[in-house]
């Protein structure tokens, strides 16, 4: 059977796709430094304009899933051209914000656009390239996602400079367009057209799923930036709803997750892998600066400078990542990106106690493209034996897992190195105690590594074929 997708040339499709994956990513990181001007721009509080962000990063949580679903069954060109009008229309509402209620509107209604813009890009890059070359593809999404997480700060910080806070997110919009004109010029239409009804949409699932989601998101987002809700209540409320959904879910005749596809083990295996590695990656984030700061008496701009290396290896790393994982086969980059992150997070935790801010360097220099190493062959792995209609609401699954990890990794870690630390007050700590509590925190995050290498040998020798496996 021909594959519509595929009578287009796969570069220009690739590109649309791609910026797609990078106008989501810019999405996410161009609104953090403009928290301070709308603290004034607004007279609001921290804790209120954080809501700027947090309710981007809840909405691309809460929906992402079900963006993947509306996908498969509507047609992933057309649901992903609708996320990208949901995305312009939204930052133009944020643009043109008169006060802090609306632009948070405007950016939880970005966020459910920047959730198939997510979501998506995946799964139609399985439908466009062979499999000898989908490892390659991924690459390329996630350097663009690279991209735009290093991108936005700076973004965001020269338009302060040339104009205001509403140029961000006009820039945003901008952007918005771009990618929807290279869609709708370069994507092909689907050859066949899918008729689904409001059962095959799972509306009391995704209900729960959302539910549960929100209170995950508020338990983890460090008080909850002024919900007056013990975090201890908000986690057992998602607990209560995750378990509610899964019995739900064995019940209904068209379910958004399929219990079934979960305990598949390469799926499963695959999203908890996900959810620890989104977690390492988070705790070079939140708890990196305070080391920089505390520890090494670095500036908030030198400390900037520093963490953009990340991003800036990320982004060099993902093609080539991609191009690895063709030539050498998923399942064994799998097992050589998580034994380089292990290595990466040793050297996290002892090379800066010697070397300084060089050594914090050099650590993320050996990290950042062991990141890019594991996704691209975990994607790869989940998508490219996946059925075609059950492709959307596996990437969907792949983008939930990993935002998982990283809210998990933003409460989590924090509390273990202010566990380490002995004390809440960073700022009056000793410097060698700063040290210790960063160094102990990245030992203990070796160890998270260690349980998805677990995982990982678990999954590969569970099999017949296990020999066969690791030599793919």
């Known amino acids: 059977m021909t594959n519509t997708a595929q009578t287009r040339s796969p570069l220009p499709v690739l590109v649309a796709l791609a910026a797609a994956t990078l106008t989501a990513s810019l999405g996410i990181s161009v609104a953090s430094v403009l928290l301070p001007i709308l603290t004034h721009s607004f007279s609001a509080t921290v804790s209120e304009v954080q809501w700027v962000v947090l309710a981007y990063l809840m909405s691309v949580t809460v929906a992402i899933v079900s963006a993947g679903r509306l996908g498969d069954l509507y047609g992933h ?9 949901v995305f312009i229309g939204a930052s133009v509402l944020c643009a043109t914000a008169p006060d802090l209620s609306l632009l948070i509107a405007g950016r939880t209604m970005q966020g459910f656009g920047g959730a198939i813009l997510i979501a998506l890009p995946m799964s139609m890059v399985r439908d466009l390239v062979p499999t000898e070359r ?12 690279a991209v735009g997480t290093a991108l936005g700060p700076s973004f965001g910080g020269a338009l302060l400079v040339w104009g205001d806070w509403r140029m961000a997110f006009w820039l945003l919009s901008a952007f918005g367009a771009v990618t929807l004109f290279l869609t709708t ?24 799923l959302v539910i549960a989601l929100i209170a995950y998101a508020l338990a983890t987002s460090g008080g909850a930036a002024g919900v007056a809700v013990p975090t201890s209540v908000l986690f057992t409320a998602a607990l209560m709803a995750f378990s509610l959904f899964v019995v739900v879910e064995t019940r209904v005749a068209s379910p958004l997750v399929p219990m079934t596809l979960l305990c598949e083990r390469r799926n499963g295996i695959g999203f908890v892998m996900n959810v620890l590695v989104g977690t390492i990656m988070m705790s070079t984030l939140v708890i990196g600066p305070f080391f920089l700061a505390f520890s090494l008496g670095l500036n908030a701009a030198l400390v900037g400078l520093v963490l953009a290396v990340g991003p800036a290896v990320g982004a060099l790393s993902g093609v080539p990542a991609g191009r690895l994982t063709d030539r050498l086969g998923a399942k064994r980059i ?27 360097v ?11 190493l594991f996704l691209t062959a975990n ?3 989940i998508l490219r034996e996946a059925d075609k209609d059950q492709r959307g609401r596996l990437s969907g699954l792949l983008g939930l897992s990993r935002n998982l990890g990283l809210m998990t990794g933003a409460s989590a870690m924090p509390t273990l190195f202010v566990m ?4 809440g007050d960073v700022v009056d700590a000793p410097v060698e105690d700063v040290a210790y509590a960063f160094s102990m925190s990245f030992l203990v995050a070796v160890g998270l590594a260690l349980v998805a290498m677990s ?5 590969a020798f569970d099999r017949p074929q296990a020999v066969s496996a690791l030599q793919e």
């Open 420 to 423: 380490f630390l002995g004390r």
């Open 334 to 360: 799998v097992f050589i990106g998580l034994i380089q992150i292990m290595l990466g997070l040793l050297c996290l935790a002892l090379l800066p106690l010697y070397l300084g801010v060089w050594g914090y």
């Open 185 to 208: 010029a370069f994507t092909a239409r689907s050859s066949t057209r899918m008729v689904a009804s409001l059962a095959d949409l799972d509306l009391r699932g995704t209900f729960v």
């Open 77 to 85: 060109r057309s649901v992903l051209i609708s996320g990208l009008i």
């Open 455 to 459: 995982l990982a040998i678990y999954s």
């Open 134 to 145: 989908l490892g390659t593809a991924m690459g390329l999404l996630g350097t663009t996602s």
């Open 379 to 381: 994607n790869t792995i």
């Open 362 to 372: 050099i650590a993320l220099v050996v990290l950042t493209p062991a990141f890019q």
